[in-house]
């Protein structure tokens, strides 16, 4: 039997859909608005009244939201982060800038990434091989974990948002990502071609970093440059001014975030059941880490 989806079958869908009107006007209503609100009934918003016994308090102000990108763990991190932070300044509200970590992120994922296909490459890892294959998937994802914002954070610090706000490719990276992806699977090529020919360290290095300066340019361009020094002011609850600064972010961790908030001294935890793998032991998944260091 064909289970492909012809053009009689799909000349058949078509010809169902349009013979109802409950689908027309779904599709005219779904097709302005979100279709969980045009789905959302009336009445049940009517009747619905959320109070609840228990009530967990809201910590932090404003609510942050990574919108349409995968910057949860900076998200989470930051607010932790954020907590003792406002308690220490004695401050309602307030959030580190998102942005500025997802800025540093890229630029030192992208150079990781290259130096990864050099070391891959002279230890003769093919292209079909699983560990290349891997890192040519998915070069420049958004995604990451706890080792990898601390070294962002001990390396370039942190800043308010309000110093380096969201830009577009922020909260819906998928484009910028695109366009990442499509420039580190050229330079994978090319740096694999250079070794493959005996090229020495020092011309590879070269290579990689005009290649950096090109992804430095596509990351400003889509995310903006953050300042090497910024001016934090601030009134506190009880109305008192205060002003930080100037301060380059890394200097604004040290002395302002460090002293409530040490990335350096935590670490994370997780379970692996597998018999293989022993508990309370620290265990290191390469390549993670995202910084060369």
């Known amino acids: 039997m064909d289970s ?24 005219n209503v779904c097709s302005r608005i979100d279709p969980f609100d045009a789905c959302l009934s009336r009445k049940s918003l009517e009747e ?6 228990y009530k967990v308090e809201n910590e932090g102000k404003p609510v942050s939201n990574q919108k349409n990108s995968g910057r949860c763990w900076i998200f989470a991190t930051l607010n932790v982060i954020r907590l003792p932070f406002m ?3 004695n401050i309602d509200d307030f959030e580190f800038s998102q942005a500025y970590l997802f800025f540093w992120d890229k630029i030192e994922r992208c150079n990781y990434f290259l130096n990864n296909i050099v070391e891959t490459a002279k230890r003769n890892e093919t292209v ?11 070069p420049i994802s958004d995604g990451g974990q706890w080792d990898m914002i601390v070294n962002l954070i001990t390396k370039h610090g942190l800043m308010p948002k309000k110093c380096f706000p969201e830009s577009f490719s922020c909260e819906t990276s998928a484009k910028m990502n695109q366009i990442l992806k499509t420039k580190l699977r050229e ?24 290649q950096m300066s090109h ?31 100037p301060i380059t972010p890394k200097a604004f961790y040290t002395e302002h975030v ?14 692996d059941p597998r018999p293989s793998n022993e508990g309370a032991s620290l265990y290191i998944q390469q390549p993670t880490s995202r910084v060369v260091t």
């Open 4 to 27: 492909s989806l012809n053009e009689e079958i799909l000349t058949e869908f078509r010809t169902k859909f349009y013979a109802s009107e409950k689908n027309l006007f779904a599709q």
């Open 128 to 138: 079909d091989g699983r560990l290349v294959s891997f890192l040519l998937n998915d």
């Open 215 to 245: 992804i430095y340019r596509i990351v400003a361009i889509c995310l903006g440059v953050p300042s090497e020094t910024f001016t934090f002011s601030y009134y506190d609850k009880n109305k008192t001014y205060h002003s930080i600064g």
């Open 48 to 53: 619905a009244h959320h109070v609840y016994e």
């Open 187 to 210: 330079y994978a090529k090319a740096i694999r071609d250079l070794i493959a020919k005996g090229e020495g360290d020092l011309k590879v290095q070269n290579v990689i970093k005009d």
């Open 258 to 271: 460090k002293p409530v908030f040490d990335v350096d001294n935590k670490v994370c935890i997780v379970t």
């Open 87 to 89: 308690k220490a300044l």
